[in-house]
């Protein structure tokens, strides 16, 4: 059974926000969902040797023709909202707490 605190961690390793209240109904269905995948298991996958598998290919295209490096720098930069010079500031949404 999933422990309240194994909610707890999930919510945080997915930056939601799960109130003390929810807890027993996410457990529930944490429960439910666990159930439910839990079936694959029983299923009878065939044991094949002929399965083909389609050879790698690259997908990438050729860039014909590329934009020089640098011809829309300063424009991005004019655009920006916040800005430190040439570096552009953006909100921190990775925290190791």
Do not use: W
């Not at 209240?21 to 439910?32: I, Y």
């Amino acid at each position: 059974m999933a422990t309240y605190e194994d909610i707890k961690h999930l919510a945080t390793l997915a930056r939601i926000f799960v109130s003390e209240q929810d807890l027993p109904k996410l457990s529930t269905e944490f429960e439910s969902i666990l159930k439910y995948i839990g079936q694959l298991e029983s299923l009878a996958v065939p044991e094949s040797s002929d399965l083909h598998v389609p050879p790698l290919r690259n997908v990438f295209r050729d860039d014909k023709n590329p934009t020089p490096s640098g011809a829309n720098t300063q424009k991005i930069i004019n655009a920006f909202p916040k800005r430190n010079g040439n570096a552009l500031s953006v909100k921190k949404i990775i925290t190791h707490e």
